[in-house]
């Protein structure tokens, strides 16, 4: 009688390796260093190969998942890298900030099974190992990547991920692409939101330059709405993509707000990346200095905030939410680093008000304790008071990470611009244009705060459209 043959146990997932807490809590270098190449091989060779891959179906912009995987496995990371390019502009930003776990990762069949495959590891490996192989090519700038172009032009307001995606399909099709930046460093949130020990500021300049020799053209310090105008853009091009984000930023509403040391993390994160204020006094921007930092909210940018502060010489960094950690919606690697580094977390809390001195500076934030009860429209049990339980938690610097808003300046600009009840862009969901002929929008103005890969989706659909309306 025949036996059946025991089923090959799963190889476990390849572990990451990271800087040690005790020393990257110091230092903005990179948390996670990077799989080597037989880590990578290791890992890709866990993959199934799926007649039917659902991991593509968890990604907004359609990689290739499977295909680029097998390359992989295979030795063979320039036929990986190509797959991964063929609809991803910047490979290198989605394996370091996308959230795998809930996207891609997610569909993966062998996470029913175990642990899914490494997908956005194996993602940043293949771009990483690409850039440094053609280093020189980066250095010199050839445009060796540049394609002919048809004599149609498209304008990008803006630089973040949308833009830049929607600028290289443009670009890869042949078309002249001008990106308008409000800010003097193009790369919008990647630049200025994501810290370098997340995000490395040499890769996302490493991305732009690509797109450079691909002949995109980069115009910085102009601001949509004020020094640039969608009614002008429209008669010099062809069509206009609108990447703007949405930067307003949302506060508490509790008394005082007003004191010295209460921020947005917008301004508190813009002035560490942006403004290197993480290298001062060699740069010029210096950050609120804080001891006892407190951050409210509980996503991914109050996870860099309150990481940031602690790089920053903060002597204890709370993280406050009027939940418990199981409902924290930031990525639980990024909880888990944080926590591994020494932020605290202050759950069921929520503040009441602010305390400050005769000088109106911030001495402590006053907070209501609070508990679960009811679930609210959104699933959640709904956080509420418990009667009389208040306390003092001692801070002179308060990061508010509550989210953003749309930001009215080039909105008030475009009265033609159709927006919804949230004072969002409102666009075609099939195309991403506007109410406007030929002016198409993505990213933030149209979701509201969302992540770096649905923004470039958004960014290549709308570029598809484009290509396919211009060109054919």
Same mark, same amino acid.
């Given at each position: ?16 390796? /990271?800087? $040690? *807490? ?24 866990? /993959?199934?190969?799926?007649?039917? $891959? ?14 680029? =995987? ?68 980066? %250095? ?16 990008? =307001?803006?630089? !973040? ?13 042949? =078309? ?54 969608? *009614?002008?853009?429209?008669?010099? +091009? ?22 010295? !040391?209460?921020?947005?993390?917008? #301004? +508190? ?8 204020? +993480? ?13 006892? %930092?407190?951050?409210?909210? *509980? ?27 199981? #409902?924290?919606? *930031? ?10 580094? !020494? ?92 109410? =406007? ?5 993505? !990213? ?29």
């Amino acid at each position: 009688m025949e036996t059946k043959k025991a089923k090959k146990p799963l190889a476990p997932r390849v572990d990451m390796p /990271c800087q $040690p *807490a005790e020393v990257r809590r110091s230092n903005f270098e990179e948390v996670a260093l990077g799989y080597t190449k037989e880590m990578a091989v290791e890992e890709a060779s866990r /993959c199934l190969q799926c007649k039917k $891959p659902l991991c593509v179906s968890g990604c907004p912009v359609e990689v290739p998942i499977r295909d680029f =995987i097998g390359e992989v496995a295979r030795g063979n990371m320039d036929a990986a890298y190509r797959i991964i390019k063929s609809t991803n502009s910047l490979p290198a930003v989605c394996g370091r900030v996308c959230p795998q776990e809930n996207q891609c990762e997610g569909k993966c069949i062998l996470k029913a099974k175990g642990q899914p495959i490494a997908i956005g590891r194996l993602e940043r490996f293949v771009a990483d190992t690409y850039i440094a192989a053609t280093a020189c090519e980066q %250095v010199t700038g050839t445009n060796a990547c540049a394609v002919p172009q048809c004599g149609k032009k498209v304008a990008c =307001i803006g630089s !973040g991920p949308s833009s830049l995606t929607c600028a290289g399909v443009c670009a890869a099709a042949g =078309i002249k692409v001008d990106v308008f930046e409000a800010l003097h460093e193009p790369g919008g949130v990647l630049i200025y939101g994501i810290p370098a020990f997340r995000l490395p500021k040499n890769v996302v300049a490493t991305e732009i330059n690509g797109l450079r020799q691909a002949g995109v053209g980069f115009h910085m310090n102009y601001v949509g709405g004020r020094t640039l105008d969608v *009614a002008e853009l429209r008669k010099e +091009y062809n069509a206009v993509f609108i990447g703007v984000g949405a930067g307003l930023p949302v506060f508490l509403g509790v008394p005082g707000e007003n004191l010295v !040391g209460v921020f947005s993390a917008n #301004e +508190y994160l813009t002035r560490v990346n942006l403004g290197r204020a +993480y290298d001062f006094p060699k740069q010029d921007t210096p950050a609120f200095p804080g001891k006892n %930092v407190t951050v409210f909210g *509980a996503g991914n940018v109050a996870m860099d905030a309150a990481r940031t502060a602690l790089r920053m010489g903060a002597d204890n960094v709370y993280i406050v939410y009027r939940r418990t950690k199981a #409902e924290m919606p *930031a990525r639980r690697e990024e909880i888990e680093h944080a926590e591994e580094e !020494g932020v605290q977390f202050a759950m069921l809390a929520a503040p009441l008000r602010f305390n400050g001195d005769a000088e109106m500076r911030l001495q402590s934030v006053t907070l209501q304790k609070m508990e679960l009860g009811e679930p609210d429209a959104s699933g959640r049990r709904r956080p509420v008071p418990v009667e009389g339980e208040v306390y003092d938690l001692p801070t002179d610097l308060a990061i508010v990470a509550l989210g953003t808003r749309s930001n009215p300046i080039l909105l008030d600009a475009t009265p033609d611009l159709e927006q919804n009840k949230w004072g969002y862009i409102q666009t075609n969901e099939e195309t991403g244009e506007t109410s =406007i002929p030929n002016v198409f929008a993505g !990213g933030d103005i149209v979701t509201g705060a969302a992540t770096v890969i649905l923004a470039m989706g958004a960014g290549r659909k709308a570029g598809q459209e484009i290509v396919k309306r211009l060109i054919g």
